[in-house]
């Protein structure tokens, strides 16, 4: 094989990766201080949204997968949080996602918990499959505003 031969196909396997790397995770907590109560007088917190993706090669071999989310102060977590040859995209690693959200907010109560997973063929030819892992939630406040009230 020659130099230049070479040379495209070690660029077109990083391209490769890196398209794969630069969509495989994300994270989101929306902060706020709600005056409207849901749920019989609850406050809600923060929303918080997670997907994590994996790709597979023939729906069988892990190509790629995005990491969960578990550390750092930031409400939005979006860059190549990746590890090659792994499936990292379940929903347990999701929750562990959550709980670090919750810490981060300070409330261990949610509400309106949503988790999908969804498989998709990608790419050329339907070798390569997708599978998306998306978790979505209203973190609550500590304690519910009815106690609070009581309270007084």
Request: net charge negative; aromatic share 12%.
């Amino acid at each position: 094989m020659n130099t230049d031969r070479k040379t495209f196909v070690a660029f077109a396997l990083a391209a490769f990766a890196f398209a794969l790397a630069g969509c495989s995770s994300y994270s989101e907590i929306a902060r706020w201080r709600s005056v409207t109560p849901i749920n019989d007088g609850e406050v809600p917190l923060a929303s918080f949204v997670t997907q994590n993706y994996s790709y597979k090669l023939l729906w069988c071999v892990p190509l790629s997968t995005g990491l969960p989310w578990t550390e750092g102060t930031e409400d939005v977590m979006d860059d190549f949080n990746v590890r090659f040859f792994a499936d990292e995209a379940t929903i347990d690693n999701n929750l562990v996602s959550l709980n670090h959200a919750m810490d981060l907010v300070g409330s261990r109560r949610i509400t309106q918990l949503k988790v999908t997973e969804d498989d998709s063929s990608a790419w050329s030819l339907f070798f390569i499959n997708r599978h998306e892992v998306r978790t979505s939630c209203l973190i609550l406040d500590s304690e519910p505003t009815k106690d609070k009230q009581a309270g007084k």
